[in-house]
């Protein structure tokens, strides 16, 4: 038997439960990864509360939870080639991360070898948000000579947007909280509060208004980006769905470049990125650490253990 996280019903952090359940095995073309952490992200919880949201990804209950992991390869079914028992590996099994094992098949769950130099805890959390964050940025191409406003700017995904904004060469503004505007000044951005009269506050930093933007969590940052003077084909969102403003870039992680997490990476290894991980959970205390995520007020990732 080994150990995994599961909900019977659609609910908040309440209905998840540490299981004991039969212990999983590679069959031919997968691999067994002993999972050692498991990065959280808001469609996690947002596929375990709604109905709606799990039947988008072919999800129904009972169903294990998580996305992203990071560990070990200990076993390797016939037929499965790229990996050997031993590696280090991180990745996506949608449906079934935060378990003692999951079984993958490459390359229909994605699935990369761990670079030397990078902790299991900060390589849990790169395929989700650092996917959806080059998606992001791919999508407005921001450079030298761009002031790029983000939206959600201390989140999972907005902590590596910064980041990538500012290499790429951009001067960055980031919408937060007044308490996490430090962090992001830490990070290389110019803080701005969220909320009613947000064009006005930029404006106020850059009189010249922006020149790209990216919306990480709903509307209000690519409509303040439309009044500040940005074109809509260098505003994009993520969040937004059909909601998005008129002519503005609706994206996700499916469409960040092939090399996304190489870039990403190597200027981790390089000391040119940085992972802020707010906090990490043993996985008995599963339902604490999605508590803390699913308030929006993390500035950086939650990590659950394993």
Do not use: C
Request: charged share 15%.
């Amino acid at each position: 038997m080994s150990r995994a996280v599961v909900y019977e019903t659609f609910g908040g952090p309440e209905v998840l439960e540490l299981r004991e359940v039969p212990e999983p095995h590679a069959g031919p073309g997968e691999v067994r990864v002993r999972v050692t952490a498991a990065g959280l992200n808001p469609m996690d919880w947002g596929i375990a509360s709604r109905p709606e949201a799990a039947a988008r990804f072919g999800i129904t209950v009972p169903s294990g939870f998580g996305s992203d992991l990071a560990g070990v390869i200990d076993e390797v079914g016939d037929g499965a080639t790229g990996f050997a028992v031993g590696d280090r590996v991180y990745g996506g099994a949608l449906g079934r991360a935060i378990a003692d094992f999951a079984v993958v098949r490459p390359p229909a769950d994605p699935l990369w070898h761990t670079p030397e130099g990078i902790s299991d805890q900060v390589a849990s959390t790169l395929p989700v948000a650092g996917l959806t964050a080059a998606a992001a940025l791919a999508a407005i191409g921001p450079g030298p000579g761009d002031t790029v406003l983000i939206g959600g700017a201390a989140g999972g995904v907005g902590v590596f947007a910064v980041q990538l904004a500012r290499l790429a060469g951009a001067t960055v503004i980031g919408t937060a909280s007044p308490g996490t505007f430090e962090f992001l000044r830490q990070l290389g951005a110019e803080p701005v509060a969220y909320g009613a009269g947000l064009a006005d506050r930029v404006r106020a930093l850059e009189p010249g208004g922006v020149t790209a933007a990216t919306d990480l969590f709903g509307t209000e940052t690519a409509e303040a980006a439309l009044a500040l003077g940005a074109a809509p084909e260098r505003i994009s969102t993520v969040a937004a769905g059909p909601n998005s403003p008129g002519g503005v870039r609706a994206t996700g992680a499916i469409d960040a470049p092939a090399d996304a997490l190489k870039q990403i990476t190597d200027a981790i290894l390089a000391g040119k990125l940085t992972v802020p991980i707010a906090a990490a959970f043993p996985v008995e205390k599963i339902r604490d650490a999605v508590t803390l995520q699913a308030g929006r007020h993390v500035h950086g990732k939650v990590v659950v253990t394993l």
